[in-house]
């Protein structure tokens, strides 16, 4: 296994030469694990920092593969690349930081908001569903009514 560095970005992709029989020739598949910068440091990516951590917690749960790309790793920009991932755990983002685009045309805002009000279709869906699922159902339900058609 060895380490091939991008040209453009510099992004650092953990490959390993295999033969394959078919085409009678040699690939080489990547998994990109980090990204250099500006100090060519590695800044650990997602997958390489999960490896990490599983490394960490339970090592019988790694395969081959992953081992091998974590000492390649390790090897070619030393132990600082395990301790930054160590002392900086990667942030899981729950729904609350999830945002989703927004936008009110006032037509359809205007009629389908009195009648949704008038009978109280958005407290009843608030209760049933929740702020964020009510807004999405009404948007929908909304959309096909003023549209007459489904979203492409």
Do not use: H
């Not at 927004?102 to 009195?114: D, Q, S, T």
Request: aromatic share 12%; proline share 3%.
């Amino acid at each position: 296994m060895f380490i091939k560095e991008g040209v453009n970005k510099k992004y650092c992709y953990a490959c390993e030469t295999v033969w394959d029989k078919e085409r009678k020739r040699y690939r080489t598949p990547g998994k990109c694990v980090g990204q250099l910068d500006s100090d060519n440091l590695l800044i650990p990516n997602k997958y390489l920092s999960q490896l990490f951590l599983l490394e960490i917690s339970d090592q019988s749960l790694l395969t081959d593969y992953e081992r091998l790309a974590i000492e390649t790793v390790v090897d070619k920009y030393g132990e600082s690349v395990r301790r930054r991932v160590a002392e900086s755990p990667p942030r899981v983002s729950s729904e609350a930081d999830m945002m989703t685009a927004r936008a009110v045309f006032i037509g359809p805002e205007m009629v389908f908001g009195a009648i949704t009000k008038r009978y109280r279709i958005d407290s009843l869906l608030r209760q049933s569903f929740g702020e964020t699922m009510m807004n999405d159902i009404l948007s929908l339900a909304w959309y096909i009514a003023s549209e007459g058609s489904a979203f492409y």
